[in-house]
């Protein structure tokens, strides 16, 4: 069963305008979570972050909410720009005080800022 | 330059042969992991590293092997290979509680 779960494999949207990227998750023991930018042929990048005590972390033009109860969480990208353009990933990681956890990914939302 | 870097970015190899992906990392981080990507996944865990010698399987470790006699290296090895391996494996790592950072990857095909 997924635990991850990023149910659009794709989303258009106009540059300038808002992108809103979603997850969803069904284990209540992830306390972190993360969204990854991915290029072709590069490897993922970190974007944004967020604990399970906070419901939104802000940089820059990158937003992720999290709404515990409905174990969900989004990313907004204001404005959008070409430079976007690429697949994220959701990723969530479960504390085990030991800080070697890998995480678990969602499949990926394949993002494409339109001019 | 300080960062983390695989070899080879390509490969291709038949089965039933061995091989080696290898991972260098230049932030003396304590953690490293293996992952590969296939279509219709997202990244999955195949081994990780809390410290030197001490390694633990993730979601999909059959078939491969690690070791980490150094800190900054975590070679993976398919002692076998078999087709169904034929992915994109991308090795990360990390200081305790931080974001992982990826390496850009190795595509390898099993023919």
């Known amino acids: 069963d997924q635990q991850v779960k990023q149910n659009s494999p794709s989303l258009s949207v106009q540059e300038g305008r808002i992108s809103i990227l979603n997850c969803d998750y069904t284990n209540s023991m992830f306390d972190y979570f993360l969204w990854y930018k991915k290029y072709p042929a590069e490897g993922p990048t970190f974007l944004i972050s967020i604990s399970s005590i906070k419901d939104k972390n802000e940089d820059g033009r990158f937003t992720v909410f999290l709404n515990k109860s409905a174990k969900h969480l989004s990313l907004h990208i204001v404005p959008s720009q070409p430079g976007d353009s690429a697949v994220y990933f959701c990723?969530?990681?479960?504390?085990?005080?030991?800080?070697?956890?890998?995480?678990?990914f969602g499949k990926g939302t394949h993002l494409i800022i339109q001019p | 330059d300080a960062g983390i870097t695989q070899s080879p970015r390509y490969k291709i190899t038949e089965t039933g042969r061995q091989v080696t992906l290898m991972c260098h990392q230049t932030?003396?981080?304590?953690?490293m992991f293996w992952y590969r990507q296939d279509l219709g996944h997202g990244l999955r865990l195949i081994y990780y590293s809390a410290a030197a010698d001490i390694t633990d399987k993730g979601e999909v470790p059959d078939g491969y092997v690690v070791s980490r006699s150094k800190t900054e290296n975590f070679p993976l090895t398919l002692e076998s290979a078999t087709r169904s391996q034929t992915s994109v494996y991308f090795c990360a790592s990390s200081d305790r509680a931080q974001p992982q950072h990826f390496g850009d990857g190795t595509r390898l095909s099993i023919l």
């Open positions: 932030w003396s981080h304590s953690y």
């Open positions: 990723a969530t990681r479960a504390y085990s005080g030991g800080g070697a956890d890998g995480l678990t």
